[in-house]
């Protein structure tokens, strides 16, 4: 059974920072890679960071590339989202998703496992 428990998110002005964390639980198979999404009210949920669990390669979105940083730390089985520049667009739930598929992987339904989200909100 996969457990995906978010942490980190909060409240901050513009050009300031946080340190998104995803504690993960379950068999390291069902980690092939691991993701954040977000969504804003009002829009749907989108891509902003993927990593390979085993190789920590990464791949971004555009308008978070230079900004943010996705990372792992196999032993502590954690997710990290390190957010720097923050605007205030970037005011949305954030969820950390985890999937044992290989692929590029940057929709939601290519995700099996989800956590509950954790809230970011950038003020100007």
């Known amino acids: 059974q996969v457990q995906l428990v978010e942490s980190g998110g909060g409240s901050v002005q513009a050009g300031g920072s946080l340190r998104l964390s995803c504690a993960t639980s379950?068999?390291?198979?069902?980690?092939?890679?691991m993701a954040w999404f977000r969504q804003a009210p009002g829009q749907e949920r989108e891509f902003v960071a993927r990593i390979i669990w085993s190789d920590s390669s990464t791949y971004y979105a555009d308008f978070v590339k230079g900004r943010f940083t996705i990372s792992r730390d196999n032993a502590k089985n954690t997710l990290y989202l390190q957010m720097n520049s923050l605007k205030p667009e970037d005011t949305a739930v954030y969820y950390c998703v985890q999937d044992w598929r290989r692929g590029l992987r940057t929709q939601p339904l290519e995700y099996a496992y989800w956590g509950q989200g954790t809230q970011v909100t950038v003020s100007a």
């Open positions: 379950g068999s390291i198979f069902s980690r092939y890679v």
